[in-house]
C-alpha cells in the first residue's frame, strides 16, 4: 500500500515521501481501515514548512487529520464494527495513507449513503460547528445567532446547522455577491462587514428587526470580534474559535463590561470530550445523517490521487478566499 510520510521540513520536494509498505494487520481492540478520502488541511502545509507556524514534533510522521473510509479487517475482542462498515477515523491519526489500523473505540460509524467526497471534512469542519451550536448558549427555537466567516466550510456548516435547529443566522462575510449561495444552505441575513462596530451593530439591528442576539460566533478575529460583540444584546456571548484574519481578536472592554459580556474560546477536543462514549456516538449519528440528506455540504476545490501529493499540498497552500473549497485526497 501507499503512504505519505513527512520526512523533514521544508517543501513538498524535500520533506514528504511516498512510500510502499506491507497492508497493516490489526491488533487485539483495533480495525484496519480503507481510506476513501482525507481532507489536505492546512495545518498539514504549516506542519510541513515550519518552524513559523505549527512545525511538526516528530519526524518521520503520516500526516493526515481526519479522514472516512471502509474496515476491511478486525482484532480480537471487537464488537463495535465488522468489516464492510464504513467509519470516520479517529482524528490526528495519520491519514495519508491507502490503510491504516485505529482502536475501533476511538473510530466512528459514517453513513454508507453520504457522498464520499463530503464526509472527508467533517470530523474537523463539522464537528466544529455542531459544538458551538450545542456547548454555548441554549437558545429557543426562532432564536438568531450571528457568527463571520459565513462562506467557509464551517461557517457554512454552522449555517445548515442552526436552520435544522430551528434557528435564524446573521452571516457575515467581506465580499458581495454570496446572498444567494448563504441562503439556500438555509441563512436567514447576509451581510458584508461594514468595518465599524456602530455601523455594523446598526445593520444587524435593521436586517433582524431589532432581535436580540445572545450569542455571536467569531473565525476571523482582529476587529471583527469586537464588532461581532458590540452588536449583541446585555449578558450576551462571544465564541472565538479561529483567526483566519490574522491577528488576535480586539475586543472593547468598556463595551463588555458595560453590558456584561462573555468571552470565551473555543476548543474542539475539550468540548467534544467532555461527552460520554453515547452521546459522542450520538454527535456523529447527527452529523453523518446531516451529510447523507444535504444539510451539510461544502465546496470541494481539488481532488487528488495520493501519487499527487506535490500538487494537493500546492493547492492546499492557495488562500482560501482564492482556492474557494477544500482539497482532498482520494484513494
Excluded at 481578536?249 to 470565551?264: H, P, Q, W, Y
Aim: proline share 6%; with cysteine; charged share 25%.
Amino acid at each position: 500500500m501507499k503512504v505519505l510520510r513527512q520526512i523533514a521540513h521544508g517543501d513538498a520536494d524535500t520533506g514528504l515521501q511516498l512510500t510502499e509498505e506491507p497492508d497493516p494487520v490489526p491488533g487485539p481492540g483495533d480495525i484496519v481501515v480503507a481510506l476513501e478520502v482525507a481532507p489536505v488541511q492546512i495545518l498539514e502545509v504549516w506542519n510541513l514548512h515550519g518552524p513559523l507556524r505549527f512545525p511538526a514534533k516528530s519526524l518521520p510522521r503520516v500526516p493526515g487529520s481526519e479522514g472516512a473510509g471502509r474496515v476491511t479487517a478486525v482484532g480480537d475482542g471487537v464488537t463495535r464494527f465488522k468489516a464492510g462498515d464504513r467509519v470516520f477515523t479517529p482524528k490526528f491519526t495519520g491519514t495519508f495513507r491507502e490503510k491504516m489500523t485505529c482502536p475501533a473505540d476511538a473510530a466512528f460509524h459514517a453513513p454508507d449513503g453520504a457522498p464520499a467526497d463530503q464526509l472527508a471534512i467533517i470530523s474537523t469542519m463539522g464537528l466544529t460547528a455542531i459544538l458551538l451550536l450545542e456547548d454555548y448558549v441554549p437558545l429557543p427555537p426562532g432564536s438568531w445567532l450571528i457568527h463571520d466567516g459565513a462562506n467557509s466550510s464551517v461557517g457554512r456548516f454552522v449555517t445548515g446547522m442552526a436552520r435544522k435547529k430551528g434557528w435564524r443566522t446573521v452571516n457575515v462575510v467581506r465580499r458581495a455577491g454570496l446572498d444567494n449561495e448563504i441562503k439556500a444552505l438555509g441563512g436567514d441575513v447576509v451581510l458584508v462587514d461594514p468595518g465599524e462596530a456602530d455601523a455594523f451593530a446598526d445593520m444587524v439591528k435593521k436586517a433582524t428587526g431589532g432581535a436580540e442576539i445572545a450569542i455571536a460566533l467569531d473565525m476571523i478575529g482582529g476587529a471583527l470580534a469586537g464588532r461581532m460583540a458590540h452588536a449583541l444584546k446585555e449578558h450576551g456571548t462571544l465564541v472565538l474559535y479561529g483567526g483566519t484574519g490574522g491577528e488576535p481578536a480586539k475586543i472593547d472592554f468598556i463595551d463588555m463590561g458595560r453590558r456584561d459580556l462573555t468571552v470565551v474560546g473555543m476548543g474542539m477536543s475539550r468540548s467534544f470530550n467532555r461527552r460520554t462514549p453515547d452521546q459522542k456516538d450520538a454527535v456523529w449519528a447527527q452529523l453523518g445523517a446531516w451529510v447523507e440528506d444535504g444539510t451539510l455540504q461544502t465546496r470541494i476545490a481539488g481532488k487528488y490521487r495520493l501519487e499527487d501529493y506535490k500538487a494537493a499540498y500546492a493547492h492546499a497552500a492557495v488562500p482560501s478566499r482564492e482556492r474557494n473549497g477544500k482539497v482532498i485526497f482520494e484513494f
